[in-house]
């Protein structure tokens, strides 16, 4: 694969800026970490934040409320 780092840095900017502006606008946030390594860290930050969180199993139809 090639990445361009140009574009990558450009959505990345675009991204956090997007998360900045919903959290100063009082919005609501879904951190989602399944992965071991990644659980803790999701569970402190998204705690700290006052926002939601996933680190566990993703069930299917969480968003949806689709039956799966």
Not at 32 to 60: C, H, L, S
Request: glycine fraction near 8%; proline fraction near 1%; aromatic fraction near 12%.
């Amino acid at each position: 694969y090639i990445i361009d780092l140009q574009k990558t840095v450009k959505k990345v900017e675009e991204a956090y800026n997007f998360v900045r502006d919903v959290a100063m606008d009082g919005g609501a946030l879904l951190f989602v970490g399944t992965k071991k390594q990644a659980q803790d860290a999701i569970k402190e930050e998204a705690e700290r934040a006052g926002m939601f969180y996933v680190i566990n199993r993703w069930p299917g139809g969480m968003l949806t409320n689709f039956k799966t």
